[in-house]
């Protein structure tokens, strides 16, 4: 019953997501634009913020990811300093099986440059740079980080977190230090003071990230 409530979640979750990329045959109007550079500045004061409240000292290493083009533009967040994001290739091309990580900025690459991707696939099939990683950290980087940053779809008030379904980051945060706060990110409409499925498995998140600002769901001990 979990795994079907998680299909209904996803697939409402992407059709609105699909729905926000829609423009109008004409060109976008000025306040569409402005209102996307707003949301991505409010994720920016939203994570400043954020690592004002959980008092880390800079500079801080934390773990982010490459939004696709219908997740939350948290691209001005990692332009603000190095950070890793998941890898899903090796420097030879080569897919990758497990969870890794690779830096950024990476020699010559920087992050602002890096375009937005439009893939729809499964999680874990579309993370990290969509040119190959200069380098890999191995999956168990991701216990030098003292922040996660984790895209979701769907996150409730005890901090269960609906994804792609693919598993990648339920793997992968195996391997995170308990202190390092993790965060899912989404637009506003996608948390829900209604409990989602949870699986034993599932990692969930501590606080979310969205445009407006930031909410603690639990505490760190």
């Not at 699909?18 to 994720?43: F, I, T, V, Y």
């Not at 990692?78 to 090796?90: E, F, K, T, W």
């Not at 945060?173 to 498995?201: C, I, K, N, Y």
Request: overall charge positive; charged content about 25%; aromatic content about 4%.
């Amino acid at each position: 019953m979990n795994d079907e409530g998680k299909r209904r979640i996803r697939a409402v979750a992407r059709a609105r997501r699909r729905a926000r990329l829609e423009q109008p045959p004409a060109r976008p109007r000025p306040d569409d634009r402005a209102s996307k550079k707003e949301e991505a500045r409010g994720l920016l004061d939203a994570w400043l913020a954020l690592i004002e409240h959980y008092g880390l000292s800079r500079p801080i290493l934390p773990a982010l990811f490459l939004p696709t083009a219908s997740e939350p533009d948290i691209r001005l967040i990692l332009d603000s300093g190095p950070c890793i994001v998941p890898a899903l290739v090796a420097p030879s091309g080569a897919p990758l099986t497990h969870p890794d990580w690779t830096p950024l900025p990476s020699e010559g690459t920087p992050t602002a440059s890096i375009p937005h991707s439009e893939e729809s696939a499964p999680e874990g099939a579309r993370r990290g740079p969509r040119s190959l990683p200069s380098r890999l950290l191995g999956a168990e980087a991701l216990a030098k980080a003292d922040i996660i940053a984790v895209p979701a779809l769907s996150v409730d008030a005890r901090g269960t977190r609906i994804g792609q379904g693919g598993g990648w980051y339920d793997r992968a945060l195996l391997h995170a230090r308990h202190s390092a706060p993790r965060v899912g990110v989404l637009f506003d409409e996608e948390f829900t003071s209604s409990p989602l499925p949870r699986m034993p498995h599932d990692q969930g998140v501590d606080a979310i990230l969205t445009p407006s600002g930031y909410r603690i769901l639990r505490p760190r001990d």
